[in-house]
């Protein structure tokens, strides 16, 4: 294929992110840059106010955390269920439809169901509670079981879609390979460490780039269940500029940050993909 066939196939789907991509870029990067006072361009008072603020820097402490852990648990039970549920198993069908449920639903029903279950006098500590082990508080506000809360269920609701690209990874895979390892005396771990792992590394690539950079742009998971302060992401703490303190600059600076927080992240990911491909 000619590169000019390749831009001509590529103008319709360039020509749509375009539209609808391109008008709020310009929006909010002026937004940003616009002197909240004076109205003078280009301006740096939204940047510095947030930087100033206390929430700000607890939401970009939270984006350093929460997206990397939410992607890293993830990855490791999308590659154990995907691992498991790919042999000859009884009701494995019957399973993988069951770990793709949390997807399926809607995310709001599937975060306030998920609420209702963590709350003080919830499901949950109901459970803890009788087996005679004291009552946690998982939603407290900026609290270690409320960071946790907000990772385990938002990797919850996402890990079947690795789980996904996983499970058709490994069913492309040549079994031929595996069984003449296996022939040749090499243990169940062995095969996996040397064979199945490596052939799994362009889905996991693939994986590490769509999940890490939307994890980057988390925001209902901590909003519904901790709330704007509870466990502060960039997301949130944009929205609540712009929703309750109806501060434009300052939400579309804070977005501004995530952008290139985004783009800070995905480059050294494409690159070493590029290089692993080469």
């Given at each position: 294929?000619?590169?000019?066939?390749?831009?001509?196939?590529?103008?319709?789907?360039?020509?749509?992110?375009?539209?609808?991509?391109?008008?709020?870029?310009?929006?909010?990067?002026?937004?940003?840059?616009?002197?909240?006072?004076?109205?003078?361009?280009?301006?740096?008072?939204?940047?510095?106010?947030?930087a100033?603020?206390?929430?700000?820097?607890?939401?970009?402490?939270?984006?350093?955390?929460?997206?990397?852990?939410?992607?890293?648990?993830?990855?490791?039970?999308?590659?154990?269920?995907?691992?498991?549920?790919?042999?000859?198993?009884?009701?494995?069908?019957l399973?993988?439809?069951?770990?793709?449920?949390?997807?399926?639903?809607?995310?709001?029903?599937?975060?306030?169901?998920?609420?209702?279950?963590?709350?003080?006098?919830?499901?949950?500590?109901?459970?803890?509670?009788?087996?005679?082990v004291?009552a946690?508080?998982?939603?407290?506000?900026g609290?270690?079981?409320?960071?946790?809360?907000?990772?385990?269920?938002?990797?919850?609701?996402?890990?079947?879609?690795?789980?996904?690209?996983?499970?058709?990874?490994?069913?492309?895979?040549?079994?031929?390979?595996?069984?003449?390892?296996e022939?040749?005396?090499?243990?169940?771990?062995?095969?996996?460490?040397?064979?199945?792992?490596?052939?799994?590394?362009?889905?996991?690539?693939?994986?590490?780039?769509?999940?890490?950079?939307?994890?980057?742009?988390?925001?209902?998971?901590?909003?519904?269940?901790?709330?704007?302060?509870?466990?502060?992401?960039?997301?949130?703490?944009?929205?609540?500029?712009?929703?309750?303190?109806?501060?434009?600059?300052?939400?579309?600076?804070?977005?501004?940050?995530?952008?290139?927080?985004?783009?800070?992240?995905?480059?050294?990911?494409?690159?070493?993909?590029?290089?692993?491909?080469?």
């Open positions: 294929m000619t590169a000019r066939r390749a831009w001509l196939l590529s103008a319709p789907l360039l020509l749509y992110l375009a539209a609808l991509l391109a008008s709020p870029i310009v929006v909010a990067s002026r937004l940003a840059v616009t002197d909240p006072v004076t109205g003078a361009v280009p301006s740096l008072a939204s940047f510095r106010t947030i100033g603020d206390p929430l700000f820097r607890r939401a970009l402490v939270g984006n350093a955390i929460v997206p990397v852990a939410t992607v890293a648990l993830e990855v490791l039970a999308a590659l154990a269920l995907a691992v498991l549920l790919s042999r000859r198993l009884p009701g494995r069908r399973v993988r439809a069951a770990v793709v449920i949390p997807f399926a639903l809607p995310e709001i029903v599937f975060l306030t169901i998920v609420r209702s279950m963590l709350a003080e006098r919830g499901y949950a500590n109901g459970v803890l509670v009788a087996s005679g004291p946690v508080d998982f939603l407290a506000p609290s270690a079981a409320a960071y946790a809360s907000v990772i385990v269920v938002d990797a919850w609701r996402t890990t079947p879609i690795a789980f996904l690209i996983l499970l058709g990874a490994l069913a492309a895979m040549p079994a031929e390979i595996a069984q003449a390892a022939l040749d005396g090499a243990s169940a771990w062995r095969r996996f460490r040397w064979i199945t792992l490596p052939l799994l590394r362009p889905a996991l690539w693939a994986i590490l780039l769509l999940r890490g950079l939307d994890a980057l742009r988390i925001f209902a998971t901590p909003l519904v269940l901790t709330g704007v302060e509870g466990v502060p992401v960039l997301s949130t703490y944009a929205f609540h500029q712009w929703t309750d303190q109806g501060d434009d600059g300052q939400a579309a600076a804070a977005a501004g940050v995530l952008a290139l927080l985004a783009v800070a992240a995905s480059v050294p990911l494409l690159r070493r993909r590029a290089e692993e491909a080469a």
